[in-house]
């Protein structure tokens, strides 16, 4: 090797443009090859078995899709995205289905390259990091990664210290309040996101020693997901890449006031097997540009669509994307978390989906809508847990900084911003909420006054929410004290 290099750069001092010349014909070569190479794989089957006429459009799509990819900009290309999603899905459901099992070996093949090809040209995240590169699988692989029949959480704990907090509290919830024990992936990118030492912490805080890691670089390619401490879109990816079929995904920052396992009885994520909270009701005919991209982009609204009230009546944010539930094993979930993941991608993120709205929210049922597939949200819009408003208890208002989420029955049953009362101001300031609201109208507050809920029946939490609560406290508090310990030594 030393050798070589040294001839090369003896050439190199000779005759320089011809070395650059020489480069620049090897590197146009290999472009051109790789991509004839591409199309010849799928038109081999075109010329030679034209009597699956089926599979010969499946084929010939392929190589369309495989010569035309999508590229930037990408703001009017989610709907094109979105039908390549609903084919590959399809294509998946073909292939794994009564026709795909009568297919001859080598037609089956074709088909498995034809939906491996589509799915890496419409999602370059899928080609995996350095040392699993070179897989012609890469969707099959992630599929075959999951643990059939599996059910857990994945919470994303990277980046600051209030994070790692906040997901300590909420682990020793889980475990010692509400007895879960479903399975918990702690989610990061690479070891300066989430150092071992962090780790061992969160570890010790699951007394039933049930908690994993997941470090999204060893799924992913960062190369187009360029995850930044703090950011929101390894959200999706920590869905993709997690090993559960069935997988939740909370935000550290979540308070369960039932354990996380009733997500998956609900009826909404029984039936669709994808379960989504709504955003407060805010800002009606405010952000016109946000609604005509939609309306753009969307074309044909699915029946979910009629029921969101930010697509009928124009209100300006429709998810809270604090707990998502996802059943990776529908094929059509999967491939919609594609998109999901798609639009949480640096590119698309940093020119569309995080200009246009904010973070991740609204990217996850926007992706299950345009791949086609089903999803539920809750019934309701945000509610309030709270408390009364500061000097006017009078109002029947109730008022916090943080949304909470009902059960099919209208039972609370988690709110987001943490177990302090304002997490932004005062971080050691826990408080049991006593009020909540659902239904009323939104009287938004700033960064430091609380927002209010009115003109609906103020409801007292039950007894046992508050236990809960107060049990939830009580559990953060120890998990602070092992953080302060380890701060001191
Ligand atoms: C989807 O694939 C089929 C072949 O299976 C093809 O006929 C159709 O044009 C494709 N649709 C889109 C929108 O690409
Ligand atoms: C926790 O479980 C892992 C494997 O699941 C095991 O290697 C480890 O020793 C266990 N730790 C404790 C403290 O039980
Ligand atoms: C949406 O609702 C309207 C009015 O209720 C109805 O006419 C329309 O067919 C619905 N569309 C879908 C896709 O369900
Ligand atoms: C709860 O979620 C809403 C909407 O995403 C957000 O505006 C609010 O700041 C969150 N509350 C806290 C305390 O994080």
């Given at each position: 090797m030393p050798g070589s290099l040294a001839r090369f750069r003896a050439c190199f001092e000779r005759s320089p443009r011809t070395v650059v010349l020489f480069?620049?014909?090897?590197?146009?070569?290999?472009?051109?090859?790789?991509?004839?190479?591409?199309?010849?794989?799928?038109?081999?089957?075109?010329?030679?078995?034209?009597?699956?006429?089926?599979?010969?459009?499946?084929?010939?799509?392929?190589?369309?899709?495989?010569?035309?990819?999508?590229?930037?900009?990408?703001?009017?290309?989610?709907?094109?995205?979105?039908?390549?999603?609903?084919?590959?899905?399809?294509?998946?459901?073909?292939?794994?289905?009564?026709?795909?099992?009568?297919?001859?070996?080598?037609?089956?093949?074709?088909l498995g390259t034809a939906i491996e090809t589509t799915a890496t040209s419409l999602f370059p995240f899928l080609s995996p990091p350095p040392p699993k590169q070179g897989s012609k699988t890469p969707l099959r692989d992630l599929q075959r990664s999951f643990t059939k029949d599996s059910r857990g959480i994945v919470i994303p704990a990277g980046g600051s210290d209030l994070q790692i907090r906040f997901a300590g509290h909420l682990i020793a919830s889980l475990r010692e309040v509400f007895g879960c024990s479903l399975p918990i992936q702690i989610a990061y990118a690479g070891d300066s996101d989430l150092p071992k030492e962090r780790r061992d912490a969160l570890l010790s805080f699951d007394k039933t020693n049930n908690t994993e890691f997941l470090d999204v670089w060893t799924v992913f390619d960062d190369a187009t997901l360029r995850l930044r401490r703090k950011g929101w879109a390894i959200?999706?990816?920590?869905?993709?890449?997690?090993?559960?079929?069935?997988?939740?995904?909370?935000?550290?920052?979540?308070?369960?006031?039932?354990?996380p396992e009733v997500l998956f009885q609900q009826r909404a994520y029984v039936e669709n097997g994808a379960y989504l909270f709504h955003d407060r009701l805010l800002w009606q005919h405010s952000f016109e540009d946000r609604h005509e991209w939609w309306k753009d982009q969307i074309k044909e609204p699915s029946p979910a669509m009629n029921k969101s009230l930010v697509w009928t009546e124009d209100y300006a944010e429709e998810c809270d994307s604090g707990v998502v539930v996802l059943d990776k094993s529908r094929t059509e979930i999967f491939v919609g978390l594609l998109h999901i993941a798609w639009q949480n991608t640096w590119a698309v993120r940093d020119e569309v989906s995080y200009k246009i709205t904010y973070g991740d929210k609204e990217t996850w049922w926007l992706g299950l809508e345009l791949a086609g597939s089903k999803y539920e949200f809750e019934e309701h819009y945000g509610s309030i847990v709270g408390w009364e408003k500061e000097g006017s208890p009078d109002d029947k208002a109730v008022c916090s900084f943080v949304i909470a989420h009902t059960d099919e029955k209208d039972k609370l049953l988690w709110y987001n911003g943490s177990l302090l009362k304002n997490k932004l101001v005062d971080p050691n300031g826990y408080e049991v909420p006593l009020y909540w609201m659902m239904d009323g109208k939104w009287e938004k507050?700033?960064?430091?006054?609380?927002?209010?809920?009115?003109?609906?029946?103020?409801?007292?939490l039950t007894g046992e929410e508050i236990s809960i609560l107060q049990h939830s406290i009580e559990a953060a508090l120890r998990v602070d004290e092992v953080i302060a310990s380890m701060k001191e030594s």
């Open positions: 480069v620049v014909i090897v590197i146009a070569l290999y472009v051109g090859i790789r991509d004839i190479a591409g199309d010849a794989i799928i038109e081999t089957l075109d010329s030679h078995y034209p009597a699956n006429e089926p599979l010969r459009d499946i084929l010939r799509t392929a190589r369309n899709y495989h010569r035309h990819p999508v590229e930037p900009p990408y703001k009017d290309k989610f709907w094109e995205v979105g039908q390549r999603s609903r084919n590959l899905s399809r294509w998946l459901a073909e292939l794994n289905g009564p026709w795909g099992s009568q297919l001859r070996g080598f037609e089956k093949e074709r959200k999706a990816f920590a869905a993709l890449a997690s090993r559960f079929e069935h997988v939740i995904v909370l935000d550290a920052d979540a308070v369960f006031l039932q354990s507050g700033g960064k430091k006054d609380m927002s209010c809920m009115v003109g609906e029946t103020r409801r007292r």
